[in-house]
């Protein structure tokens, strides 16, 4: 058994919201949002707050979903890829929940949503999970000034303007979490902070590997196997390192899901709402109908940042892994 | 009861590490340190990088002392200042343990002991948690170049270069982990970076309030009440919005007893690390030995960054606590 798997059998997942920006609103997954922010401002003055609203938005949302308030959430977890948390914590000083703070990238989503369980696990507690992203909030941080218009590379992933969250408690509903495996970090040595699918393929394997051995489960026991953000790059790689048939039969990956091919975002996307809001808005729907049974889900993250990227550093990786299960009484 | 405090039953503290940079080792709390780093660089290129050295050092030697070695440890939960927990995440590929990154700014120790708590509370877990900070790698991230030298105000704090950590494991040992509270975001309407103290403290009476009401205790019930880094200012602030004597007699804080008076740091010591120190190195000993039978540490973070400080944003604040007790089978 692994030790750093923590298999729930009374953590439910009562509620979801998700919601994108202008260009993730036309994507394949407009339908799945429960709101779609047109203003790249979302009515706030600046992009940094204008993340921090998305989240309450989607942490509200959420909490509504479920029944009950934001109000009546004994815990949120939560994490952005801004530096110091700002959006995460400037939310908080608006819904004024307790708050834990988390960081792993783009498998930040996956962690809040573990943690939250971990919190469920034990005593009659409310909690939400969630994680969100701005493009133009969180590229002029990590990349270049917006109003560089710099090319993009074919390997360039999208940072989604992006939320989701979910709300869960201890207890039986419609889906349930089942399972949390905390990720290794990894380091293939790509140094190229424009192909984040290379540095976080073998993160995902790993995680993977490792969560399907501690809950003895096959490819096969899941409908689907998402990854987060490997994008059309990292998912060849992945699905070359798992050499299985059976692997690549249900694998599918969030980065993929959230944009159409002719909507120029070249791997597809990533950033921390990436998933949250795939999850949300396009993975718990189909388990709550029992469309599908049971899916993994490991959410991938690239932990550069433009310090390390400038020192010279290559790109470590990790993948946090969470399993929904649609409930049978 | 309050749903956002856990109480724990069976969370011993086994192992605890502490160290500091050169000016740290010079101050009280010498002969606390298992380590004292006199090389600014640890060794490595960068301060980065040093941070990173630190924060596998202090992993590695709390779970020495724990009696096993760090790749027997099940999950590491830790976080630092830096952008996207760099060090965090760069000791993770070092030591390659499941890793679960946390930010509260220097509220962060808490909240990582509080999770690898919560991950030990069920299953025959091992967990190490920590944080570490340079001193030289975080302020020129946060305030100006290094080489500029600028003054420093008399609210300033010295940002530690200082690293601390607890090895946990699920059973009893001469160290109880009790009890952790999620902190609230408080934000009084501080806009100033250097002073923190002023920033945090209502935070910090806000989480120890609620965290006395939910464990039904009393000040005195308490041998110390620690709070992390609210310094000379923020203390006085503390102690004149509890307005209690009884709270004033068993208070310490942090952020004070890391330097003395003559060490030139001003409003005293901050920092990820500081905190972690601290506790691992002062706090620790003196409950194991049983001269203090049961401590609170609240530790406190001020969770601005550059951007939302440059964006004209008030400095919000929290406070995480975590209850250690001495064990009396």
Redesign the interface.
Known sequence: M???T?QFEQVAVVGHFAAGGAREGQGPLAAAFDQVWDDDLVGET?W??AEAKMAVDALEGAAHDGGWSLGEA??VVG?D??????ST??A??QH??????????CATFA?AVG?AG??C??????AVAGAWSHHLAVER?FRFPIEFGYQRTPTASWTATAAGALALTQGTGAVQLRAF???????PGSADPMDMGTAMAPAAWDSLQRHLAAVKARWDDYDRVFTGDLGVVGSGILCDLANDPGFVRVHDDCGRSLYRPDQDVHNGGSGTGCVAAVVAGHIMPRVETGEWHRVLVAATGA??????YQ?G?SI?A?AHVIELEAYRP
């Open positions: 692994s030790r750093s923590r600046t940094e707050a004994d815990v994490g890829l801004l530096d110091q948390l700002v914590n400037f908080a000083r004024h929940r307790p708050t834990l703070g988390v960081f792993a990238a962690e943690l971990l919190w696990d034990r005593g009659s507690t409310r941080q495996t905390v990720g290794r970090v990894v380091d932990l550069f940042s433009p310090t390390s020192q550093e470590p990790v």
